[in-house]
């Protein structure tokens, strides 16, 4: 039997990718650990109550279902708590931070079409008169925001990476979006779940199966709150690199371990002229700068203009709803 710190370390760490889709999930992941089902079960319920989990459930990926972007907003710094709610306030918005930069205010938007999505965007620029640029994704390299506690491997992406927008069947878009909020914690979470929706375990799986072998989802399983488990230096690196290396040099920053998302983002011409984006993740300041001082000398990218803007503070941070309800 596993000592309390290393159960708990492989809970966090292990079921962050292929959560066990069975009736009885927790009990799977106790007879893997070597624990029981009440066990298992309960430690995911304390982690919830204590924020170190945002959620068990799925993870979208980018460009299959509806429309996301990022965005920023230069907000003059005594305007900006009250800016920063009110973007918070947005359903569509899942993502809401403070970050070093003139442009200070960076949000995620996410909408069930391009239409709605547009739709936000023009409702935030008439109402809050700051700069606003938006940043949608053009390629994505490399994107899982799975934290590995006991040092393994990190996984490697496929590239490119399919964003073929797929039509969602009425069985997909009842599941999925039953799930935004995650699993419940019980002992058979799938059947529970099924039984609101008006579904049957087994088609709920199927579901679930069907999606992540399709590249729906990106993966399901355990969502951790990354600032709260240590993780409190969080820097958005940028390069601005001439548009045919972007396919190079992606690749060769999506596979750097470290890196926890690397993407290709359209520019938004005079003010922002950055085109390659990662985000790095680490304990200390200090500790993320030297990697990404590291990964620039190694892939030669810091002789192109280039940024480093850490996070300040996060004022909104959950699932992204893409109107799957």
């Known amino acids: 039997m596993l000592n309390s710190s290393a159960l708990e370390q492989r809970l966090l760490n292990d079921f962050q990718h292929n959560f066990p889709l069975c009736s009885r999930p927790f009990a799977a992941i106790g007879e ?12 995911y319920r304390r982690f919830q109550a204590q924020s170190l989990i945002s959620r068990i459930g799925p993870v979208f990926a980018s460009g299959r279902v509806g429309q996301s972007t990022l965005a920023a907003m230069a907000v003059p710094d005594q305007e900006l708590e009250r800016v920063a709610a009110l973007i918070s306030d947005y359903p569509e918005v899942n993502h809401n931070y403070r970050r070093e930069n003139d442009y200070n205010l960076w949000f995620v938007v996410t909408a069930s079409d391009q239409t709605h999505l547009d739709s936000v965007l023009a409702h935030m620029a008439r109402h809050h008169a700051h700069p606003l640029i938006v940043l949608p994704m053009e390629a994505s390299f490399h994107i899982d925001l799975g934290f590995d506690f006991l040092g393994g491997q990190k996984k490697a992406s496929a590239f490119p990476q399919e964003k073929t927008p797929v039509r969602l069947t009425q069985g997909e878009r ?3 979006g039953g799930l935004e909020k995650g699993l419940p914690l019980v002992p058979r979470p799938y059947h529970d779940l099924a039984e ?8 709920l799986l199927s579901v679930l199966d069907r999606c992540l072998e399709g ?6 399983g355990v969502v951790l709150r990354h600032a709260e488990l240590g993780y409190v230096a969080n820097a958005m690196c940028v390069w601005n690199v001439p548009d045919e290396q972007v396919p190079v040099l992606g690749p060769l920053l999506g596979q750097e371990a470290g890196v926890t998302l690397c993407y290709q983002r359209r520019r938004a011409l005079p003010d922002w002229p950055y085109n390659l984006y990662c985000m790095i993740h680490g304990k200390a300041r200090e500790e993320v700068m030297a990697l990404r001082e590291s990964i620039g000398r190694k892939l030669g990218l810091d002789g192109w203009p280039h940024e480093i803007l850490f996070s300040l503070r996060q004022y909104k941070q959950q699932g992204a709803c893409y109107g799957t309800r």
């Open 32 to 43: 893997t650990v070597g624990c029981g089902e009440e066990t298992a079960l309960g430690l």
């Open 174 to 176: 009842l599941t999925l």
């Open 196 to 203: 609101t929706l008006g579904l049957t375990e087994a088609d």
């Open 215 to 220: 590249g729906v989802l990106k993966r399901f």
